[in-house]
Each structure stands twice: as C-alpha cells, then as structure tokens.
C-alpha cells in the first residue's frame, strides 16, 4: 500500500507538471499551450507517443492516491482524531479520494479509447445548479465558497511556515539540497492556495447571482489571470507555481513519511 501511495503521488504529480507545462507554453503563445484542467491534461497525455500506456499507468497511479486518502480519512493513520480540526482534515482526505478516482476513471476511459466526462468547470457548475435547486440553496453554495477560500488562504499559510516539511524524511540529503526542496515546495503549495481561493471566489459568485455559470475551475481560474492587466506574466508566474507544486509531488512520492496503522 505504502508503493501504492507513492506511486499515486507521482502520477497526480505527472498530471499538475502537464497543466503547468500547457499554461506556461499559452502565457508565451507557443503552440499546443492551453489553460485547461486536469481532464483537460489527460487529453493531451492522450495525444502524445505511447500515450495510451501513459494514461493507464496515471490512472493505476491515482486509484493508488484515491486508496491512501481513503484511508487517511477513515482510519485515521495520522492520529487526526475526531475533534472539530481532525474530522474536517479526515473529511477533506475523504473528498480528495473520490475526486481523484474520478479522475482515475477518466484517465482509465481515455486510455481504452472511450470519452470521458467533463472538465471541471462543468462537473462544479452540474453540482452548484443542483445545490441551488435545494432549500437554502444559495447559502450552501456560498458557505462552500467560503469554505474554499479558507482552504486556499491555509495552504498559503501552510506554504509560509512551511508545515509539510515534518511530513518529508530529507535527513540523507545536504541542507542546501533540502532547502531547495522546501523552497521549491513552498511555492508550488501556495500557487495552488491561489488556485482555491479564485475558485471559491467564483463559486460565491454563483451564490451571489444565483448563476452556476459563474463557477469554474483549474481551468477558468489559468484563463481569468491570462485576461487580466499583465495577464501573460500572471499566468507564466500560476504556470511555474503548478510546475512546482507537481516537482512537491514528486517529492512526497519520494520522501513522504507514511504511516499506515
């Protein structure tokens, strides 16, 4: 299971360098860029040589990832506990999980030629339409808003005072090398905070309009910068920041400690 999680950690981390990679290449206009997603990444996997074989090890890897966060979530390995902040981690660990086995599904459906579901704008934008239909609807979908928000401004924080290092063993590497990692990795966490906090800001948008189009994803947060004043630096900045956080993949993959009971 530990070679599972490890392998999960890398091929999440495959899928954010690809996103990276497309958006750094459109902030420059050189062809093939995009700003896209994660379903959006898979796609040009897709069309790449041996891309099929690819897809099939991303989406073995990820079903890897989904299983450890599963297992965070319900067995608690990391003593979370059941506090209010312990429940909300495991709940978080739980989400993550089934996010990525749907994205594991894609990558499975693409690999065997078969469509695959939408981008993440849409499955956002399916799920706020049918919260809104609900009693209550609009306030649910801004506490989820404001809820992503708190998410991205922690992994920011997170990023600051750099808490993941307890999670990473570096002991065998110099301390320049584990100072570049760390640095490395504190940027890469915090462009992804950035990321959370667009998106919750978008889906408060939703709330506030009472419009599901409002909300977007990975994809519309990378096209929002890119039409901004110094869109092309913003999103070439987002773009190295995703790289980073994919080489923190690896890097977890690498050196994370994991325990499993």
Same mark, same amino acid.
Not at 23 to 43: P, Y
Not at 127 to 147: E, F, S
Not at 219 to 245: R, V
């Given at each position: ?56 090890? #991303? ?14 979530? #319900? ?73 992503? #928000? ?6 920011? &924080? ?21 100072? /570049? ?41 990378? /096209? ?20 980073? &956080? ?16």
């Amino acid at each position: 299971m530990e070679t599972f999680a490890r392998f999960g950690y890398a091929a999440k981390g495959f899928v954010y360098g690809e996103i990276g990679i497309l958006a750094l290449l459109a902030a420059f206009s050189v062809g093939g860029g995009d700003t896209t997603d994660t379903s959006g990444a898979l796609q040009a996997i897709s069309q790449q040589p041996f891309g099929k074989i690819l897809l099939a090890s #991303i989406a073995l890897g990820l079903v890897g990832y989904a299983l450890w966060r599963l297992i965070q979530g #319900i067995k608690d390995p990391q003593d979370k506990g059941r506090d209010a902040k312990g429940i909300f981690t495991r709940l978080g660990h739980i989400s993550s999980g089934i996010v990525y086995l749907g994205v594991a599904i894609n990558a499975g459906l693409l690999a065997i030629g078969a469509s695959s579901s939408g981008g993440e704008s849409n499955s956002k934008q399916d799920w706020t339409v049918m919260v809104l239909q609900q009693p209550l609807g609009r306030w649910l979908v801004g506490i989820a808003g404001a809820l992503t #928000i708190g998410i991205g401004f922690w992994r920011i &924080y997170r990023a600051y005072k750099t808490k993941f290092r307890k999670k990473l063993n570096l002991n065998e590497l110099s301390s320049q090398k584990q100072n /570049l990692l760390v640095n490395i990795s504190r940027f890469g966490i915090a462009a992804r905070g950035v990321v959370f906090v667009m998106i919750g800001f978008f889906i408060i948008q939703a709330a506030k309009n009472y419009d599901p189009e409002k909300v977007k994803g990975l994809d519309g947060a990378l /096209l929002t910068l890119a039409q901004q004043p110094f869109g092309k630096a913003l999103l070439a900045l987002m773009a190295l920041g995703l790289i980073c &956080y994919a080489i923190y993949l690896l890097i977890q993959a690498r050196y994370r400690r994991i325990k499993l009971n």
